[in-house]
């Protein structure tokens, strides 16, 4: 007997096995089940909903995945063998209940129990996305989450640029920019999605150029045309998030009240000078975030809105806001962390401060409230002096 | 023998888009028991800056938020919440630029 066939027998001697059927009825029942087998090995196929993870990152991973040290685990390989070897790893790291599964995936094919063919990243998506693979928060499951998703920006200038650019490198899907503008000389000072050689061109198509330049395998989607209570649905329905980068208060109320009526968060930013606003509004459940005008109520009238002659605005500070914005999106998209939800952060560039306020639901909210009755409309534009 | 009093003091943040009715400064320190007081030190002799915040009946406009610390004065009880020691309030407008 060779030394692995007498370790082998060895392991089945304390290693409990199970069939391929009783796997998955353990599966249904909330065990995880885990396929310890080689990219390569699963990409054809794999046991619905299993855990893939091949053995050689089993150890260093398995807590991200099962944090519950008394949860069965159930691991599967081709055959049968190298799932024995890994109960045995997984035992002695301290997770109670660990079974194999007699047989691997040839028994479970073989008893025709369901398999799904899971998403697989090439060579070159592989390399572009590394440090975010390397990230158990991220990982192959959370890269394909943004390759499957779909944002919405509104306004590719001072704001939309460093959304634009960090969304597309982030691997965002499907990429839709709005914009009626054309590039100038003056926007360049901040708006670096655009660049000299392009002067003159819609913005929406500067910016495909830019992001398909940073990143070709994502789709970017152009509408050359300004937001209206007539398009507004259509063009932000089904996206899984919208970001506000407008530069101006009619449009912010639409967008926000469009969002509200989708049901899509709304990540909102805006500038001036060397000041900045940023939150996440809407999107969860009713009454749960609050939405810009939970905030703001209604826009002020004329005399007292902001100027809507040229503002003034730090080249850099957009990035700092749009920045922040780019990483709520993704925080989003991925599920990840706390939203900036309920609380509107501030920023003050001159004193380099962050300060944060809060920002509850407001159960009176004409937008989000239980009796919300604002309906869709074009709010003449409100300029001051 | 003298009798000193010391009035309570607010430090009122001012947002961009209104420092110029404060001489371009981002914050003010002024004199005020409540959220009023505080406000009117801070327009006293301002009428397009008073008119700026509140309405003919004396509220604050809607479109204007004051925060005490984070929160909104409209949930503390309005103007007349009183100001404690060292109180910072922060006025906050729309900001529309993008």
Known sequence: ?385 | MSETTTTAEAVIRVPTPLRGFVGGRDQVTVPGATVREALAALTAGQESFRDRLFTAEGELRRFVNVYLGRDDVRRLGGLDAALPAGATLTVMVALAGG
């Open chain 1, 1 to 385: 007997m060779s030394l692995k066939d007498r370790r082998l027998a060895e392991l089945r001697a304390r290693i409990p096995e199970v069939a391929a059927a009783e796997a998955l009825d353990l599966q249904q029942g909330g065990a995880l089940l885990v396929d310890v087998r080689e990219d390569e090995e699963t990409a054809p196929g794999s046991p619905a909903g299993a855990l893939r993870l091949p053995r050689g990152f089993l150890e260093l991973r398995i807590e991200d995945k099962a944090p519950d040290p008394a949860r069965t685990i159930l691991l599967l390989c081709a055959g049968g063998t190298r799932s024995l070897f890994a109960a045995e790893d997984l035992a002695r790291l301290g997770y109670a209940d660990v079974r194999s599964v007699a047989g691997g995936f040839s028994a479970w094919k073989a008893a025709g129990l369901p398999v799904e063919v899971p998403p697989t990243l090439d060579a070159a998506q592989r390399e572009r996305y590394r440090r975010h693979l390397t990230m158990p928060e991220v990982g192959e499951a959370g890269q394909h989450r943004l390759l499957r998703s779909r944002v919405a920006l509104i306004g590719a200038g001072g704001l939309g640029s460093p959304i634009a650019l960090y969304l597309a490198a982030a691997g965002v899907g499907r990429l839709t920019l709005i914009d009626d503008d054309r590039v100038e000389r003056s926007n360049l000072q901040r708006q670096i999605l655009h660049a000299e050689s392009r002067l003159g061109q819609r913005k929406v198509e500067s910016g495909r150029t830019a992001l398909l330049d940073l990143n070709p395998t994502i789709e970017v989607v152009a509408h050359d045309t300004r937001l209206d209570s007539t398009n507004v649905l259509e063009l932000l329905g089904g996206h899984d998030v919208v970001v506000d980068g407008s530069d101006n208060l009619p449009t912010r109320y639409l967008v926000n009240d469009a969002c509200q009526r989708l049901g899509v968060p709304n990540v909102y930013g805006a500038i001036f000078r060397f000041e900045g606003q940023v939150a996440v509004f809407g999107g969860g459940a009713p009454g749960e975030r609050p939405c810009y005008r939970c905030l703001f109520p209604e826009p002020p009238p004329s005399e007292f809105a902001p100027s809507c002659a040229e503002a003034g605005v730090l080249g850099v500070l957009p990035g700092v806001i749009g920045t922040i914005m780019a990483a709520e999106t993704v925080k989003l998209l991925l599920g990840l962390g706390e939203p900036l939800a309920g609380r509107l952060l501030l920023y003050d560039g001159l004193r380099g401060e962050f300060t944060e306020i809060a920002v509850p639901a407001d159960p009176d909210c004409p937008s989000c409230g239980p009796g919300g009755t604002v309906t869709l409309s074009d709010i003449a534009a409100v300029c001051g002096a």
